[in-house]
DNA sequence: TTTCCTATCT
DNA sequence: TAGATAGGAA
């Protein structure tokens, strides 16, 4: 199994596994020293911590495990344990004398994967190279999970050519659209199915929205967590596009803000083309309004569009401006989120779990640039899911479909103060006021976290975007959930074990030398004679993965 | 024959 | 609720 290992250690191993060895006590760093070598480790002892850590940083790569007494006179155990927790993400093992269940638990919160008991045994030491190789398992875990993204790139790709290649000219169906995404693993008949759970989801949509919602009216059903036009588990963001003239409107989907200036002005033929593809009577209307206005080169009228594929989706968005720059439509919507179980590869697990989705168009407003739409600014409500998240339950499905992402509610503003660092001049500015949609995968870990956690430098539908907004989420939620750093509960119980059995010894001279109290509680046990080179068993993974 | 759409199943 | 599939229509 490719587990990270170099190949030769990998052959040997658990032997030749490097143990840094740390204890205040020289007797005990022998035991454990002559121990580890009868187990067939390559050992390194240090009898303090500060040279522990020091040697830990210089050999960045040099060992596998750390072994930590956790009384030692220049700092303390867990201490150290925080610090190579966090700087070499090594697994550590605690041992002390004292068994005391709060000192065990004390350990294990500050990340020991377990806990060993003075005098320490033999089989337990034998059996530590485990903990190395349970995290090689996880982190290879990890690098599979990224693999998603790569192909979530790939995605992204298929939907940049989508862009490119004018398919919103016209009437799209599943096999141009596959076709365009040109993703191997991707058929036409899930085009074909997500395509109409997609209109479905527009006609419902519009059945909803016509007795109260006209286009371009901000409603606050807008905002409603059942309403998927608000967005779509990943996707999650906040569209403001402003125009040369500095007016504003705020596109909402929900989490994410965008801020553009609009500099790519609606050519009549991308006009037509546009419309058919709208969702709802009123979208249509008003482009076709709008698309009247351009026919006759009405004066001071201004129609920006902007057609954007994201990384994962096709988005549209129809800007339209009145003469005096003051207001204007915005139509957004398009598929995005587009997740899909990759049939024809059943080796392939990445997937199996995904599924596709089509985005549903945003929640169109209308707004002042002066004048900012107060329903949106100042007190808002917050939706159910920002409540819940904000209540430290906020954890959300990350493959929810059709299902609404949060909002986030600008803070109120006056005319003069804008809530976002617009930039009429030097371009794009994206702000990522709140990723709280959806969480990580079950395989989310804080390696995951440290992947993922370089904030987003564009804006769209960009599934990279997205999974750094569900990290933020895991990140802003460790303020409210009680996250515990208990990796694994197993040692908990295992280090209750320790206190059953006694340890196997054959070195008399050594422990000739050991404190009292230490030789009191020792067993000879021929099982483990030091004389003997120590067989491992077979490794059985599923031992081992959790 | 291919593609799309709809209904139905899972 | 959403993806898969079958069957009819163009």
């Not at 290649?165 to 899930?190: A, F, Q, Y």
């Amino acid at each position: 199994m490719e587990n990270g290992f170099q190949s030769t250690r990998a052959e040997a191993f658990p032997a030749g596994l490097r143990v840094l060895v740390v204890d205040d006590d020289v007797t005990w760093l022998k035991v454990l020293e002559k121990m580890l070598k009868k187990c067939s480790y390559e050992v390194t002892t240090c009898c303090l911590a500060i040279d522990a850590l020091n040697m830990l940083r210089e050999r960045k790569d040099g060992f596998d495990i750390v072994i930590s007494d956790v009384n030692m006179p220049d700092m303390d155990g867990f201490k150290l344990l925080e610090l190579v927790g966090l700087e070499m993400d090594l697994p550590v093992i605690m041992m002390s004398v004292d068994g005391e269940t709060s000192r065990v638990m004390k350990g294990v919160q500050h990340g020991a994967c377990d806990y060993l008991l003075k005098p320490v045994r033999m089989k337990e030491l034998k059996n530590i190279w485990q903990h190395v190789f349970r995290k090689k398992i996880h982190e290879v875990k990890d690098i599979e999970s990224y693999e998603v993204i790569d192909d979530i790139h790939l995605m992204r790709n298929g939907f940049e050519r989508f862009e490119d290649s004018h398919l919103l000219s016209g009437e799209v169906g599943p096999k141009k659209i596959l076709d365009l995404m040109n993703i191997p693993w991707l058929t036409r008949e899930n085009v074909a199915s997500h395509l109409q759970k997609y209109r479905l989801y527009l006609s419902r949509l519009e059945k909803e929205s016509e007795p109260n919602t006209a286009f371009g009216c901000f409603k606050q059903t807008d905002f409603s967590p059942k309403d998927p036009s608000v967005g779509f588990g990943l996707q999650s963001s906040i569209t403001a596009h402003q125009s040369r003239e500095a007016c504003s409107s705020f596109g909402f989907s929900s989490g994410e803000v965008h801020v553009q200036p609009i500099d790519t002005e609606i050519k009549e033929g991308d006009l037509k083309d546009i419309i058919p593809l709208l969702p709802s009577p009123e979208a249509r209307n008003a482009l076709v309004g709008k698309l009247h206005e351009i026919q006759k080169k009405t004066s001071g009228s201004q129609i920006d569009f902007s057609s954007s594929v994201g990384s994962v989706g096709l988005d549209v968005k129809c800007n339209s401006f009145d003469a005096t720059g003051l207001r204007k439509h915005q139509w957004s919507g398009g598929f995005s989120d587009m997740q899909f179980k990759r049939q024809t590869e059943p080796d392939n697990k990445l997937y199996r779990h995904a599924s596709p989705a089509f985005v549903s168009p945003h929640s169109s407003i209308e707004t002042n640039c002066l004048q900012p739409a107060p329903s949106v600014n100042a007190g808002a409500p917050i939706s159910k899911m920002e409540k819940e998240s904000s209540s430290g339950s906020g954890i959300k499905r990350l493959c929810g479909r059709y299902q609404t992402s949060n909002v986030t509610y600008l803070p109120a503003m006056t005319s003069t103060e804008s809530p976002l660092p617009l930039q009429p001049e030097s371009g794009i500015g994206n702000i990522l006021l709140s990723g709280r949609a959806c969480t990580m995968n079950e395989s989310s870990s804080a390696k995951s976290n440290s992947f993922c956690h370089s904030k987003s430098s564009s804006w769209g539908y960009d599934q990279k975007d997205l999974f750094e907004a569900s990290t933020a989420v895991l990140q802003s939620s460790n303020e409210n959930l009680p996250v515990s750093s208990l990796q694994d509960y197993d040692y908990v119980e295992n280090t209750v074990l320790n206190n059953i059995e006694f340890l196997e010894y054959d070195d008399l001279e050594l422990f000739a030398a050991l404190p009292g109290q230490h030789c009191d509680r020792l067993k000879f046990n021929s099982d483990y004679n030091l004389s003997e080179p120590v067989e491992y068993p077979a490794m059985d993974q599923g031992l081992f993965i959790v």
